[in-house]
């Protein structure tokens, strides 16, 4: 006897399809209209510019804040990857600790595939 009253699957059955945007099974979702403007998607439409990186490390009795300076490698959700052009320094800074940015130049904001 099944206390949980459940009837077993037998054969195959085809997978479940995910509800859409009204509930509906089968439904088709609705694809973004445009990534948002977050800082990690700003630095990574300025992957490879120079930019200057100011942030503070609260508590912190040796520096309390620092800049970096360096070329755009990566960015992540919570975090920057720079390198130092003349030392080869790389430099992982998380966003944590970001206050702000300066670019040399222009700085792409704009989206290629547009809004």
Avoid: C
């Amino acid at each position: 006897m099944n206390p949980y009253q459940y009837m077993p699957v037998q054969g195959n059955m085809p997978p479940a399809m995910p509800p859409g945007p009204q509930g509906a099974p089968g439904a088709q979702q609705a694809l973004p209209q445009m990534e948002e403007s977050y800082i990690e998607n700003i630095f990574r439409l300025n992957r490879g510019k120079m930019v200057t990186v100011y942030t503070t490390f609260e508590n912190n009795k040796e520096w309390n804040a620092k800049v970096f300076r360096g070329r755009i490698e990566a960015a992540g959700r919570d975090h920057l990857i720079l390198s130092h052009p003349t030392s080869g320094h790389r430099y992982l800074i998380p966003l944590l600790y970001f206050d702000y940015a300066t670019f040399d130049g222009e700085i792409a904001y704009e989206y290629p595939y547009g809004r």
